[in-house]
């Protein structure tokens, strides 16, 4: 039921031009010979035959810029702190969709860190986030969710901004700490699809600059 659904306009389409050319031969064949109505319907099936691969191309190309549309990209970056949980946390978060474009940063820059958290400035905590999330190597990439479900379930599995307040089975809960006004939470992930866009703007120049993707193995080896 499901394959119908996904693939109604071709079904639709081939039914169409088969009762109307079933049509068009009871009222045009008559008389025929045998070899004049072979050829004829030879013709008809060849020509209706590419007419609907084009068809079905144009609606498979219309299915995946469709999906494109839908799909939510949210930044990920795991924190100086998480580096050491970076299976963990990739483990469940790439279970809420797909972890793509990981790569390894020594240091993150100022200036992006800075455009990054261009909403707290004005805060007392600003600085000292600015020197925990530069405090060492960071890993970074992209979460591609479906839905919005999704992406709420991936925001769930990271926990609570405050690991004092994150439920204890959540990412945060289980291995974030607060260090005086220095709140350590593991890893940060784009609240919204909206935010992630925005987000992977900022960092495009280092996500998506020409190096290889890391894999576990190497994460692993950096610990």
Not at 108 to 113: A, F, H, T, V, Y
Not at 122 to 137: A, C, H, L, N
Not at 142 to 155: G, Q
């Amino acid at each position: 039921m499901k394959l119908i659904k996904t693939y109604l306009p071709e079904t639709l389409f081939l039914t169409a031009i088969i009762l109307f050319w079933g049509f068009i031969f009871s009222v045009t064949n008559i008389g025929h010979t045998t070899y004049e109505r072979f050829m004829s319907i030879l013709l008809v099936v060849t020509l209706n035959g590419c007419a609907f691969i084009a068809f079905h191309i144009a609606w498979k190309l219309k299915r995946i810029k469709d999906a494109a549309i839908h799909q939510q990209n949210l930044l990920l970056i795991i924190k100086p702190d998480g580096l050491e949980h970076s299976s963990d946390v990739m483990k469940e978060i790439g279970a809420c969709g797909k972890l793509h474009d990981l790569i390894i940063v020594p240091e993150l820059p100022r200036e992006k860190l800075e455009e990054h958290y261009g909403h707290i400035k004005d805060k007392p905590f600003f600085e000292s986030t600015m020197q925990y999330m530069m405090s060492g190597p960071v890993i970074m990439g992209i979460l591609t969710c479906d839905n919005e479900s999704d992406v709420t379930h991936a925001r769930e599995v990271l926990g609570n901004t405050n690991p004092e307040k994150a439920d204890k089975n959540t990412l945060r809960g289980r291995f974030g700490i607060v260090e005086g006004d220095i709140i350590k939470n593991v890893a940060h992930l784009s609240d919204s699809f909206e935010s992630g866009e925005h987000e992977i703007e900022i960092w495009k120049d280092i996500l998506f600059r020409s190096q290889p993707t890391i894999t576990e193995r190497k994460i692993e080896s950096h610990q």
